[in-house]
């Protein structure tokens, strides 16, 4: 069965650095586009980074120069590496991925979900 485990959340202070990870696990062909959103209380979720398969990245204007997007495709896991945080950052962050599975005689890619993780920034 395939599924993303994200870890590294945490209550950090203001200006604290904080690394997520992801792992994707299970009989997975390839991971094409990886994400990483977040959504705070109230909010709508919000794209926050992601990273192509042949590693180009984009990041919301919000996080860009603070937050750095990485992956390791020996480990089928992702990164989102969180500098100089803000209360502002404070969220429930979630991984997401485009995996391509063999399945029935096919290839086939699926959107998959993380099942989120807590990041508090304290003033």
């Known amino acids: 069965q395939v599924q993303l485990v994200e870890s590294g959340g945490d209550l950090v202070q203001a200006g604290e650095p904080l690394r997520l990870s992801c792992a994707a696990s299970?009989?997975?062909?390839?991971?094409?586009?990886m994400r990483w959103y977040r959504q705070a209380p109230g909010e709508q979720r919000e794209l926050v980074a992601h990273i192509t398969s042949g590693g180009s990245t984009n990041y919301a204007d919000s996080v860009k120069g603070r937050f750095t997007i990485s992956r390791d495709n020996t480990k089928n896991t992702w990164y989102l590496q969180m500098n100089s945080l803000k209360p502002e950052d404070t969220a429930v962050y979630y991984c997401n991925a485009d995996l391509t599975l063999y399945s029935n005689g096919g290839y086939y890619t699926y959107e998959y979900w993380g099942q989120g993780t807590q990041v508090t920034v304290s003033s």
């Open positions: 299970g009989t997975i062909f390839s991971i094409n586009v």
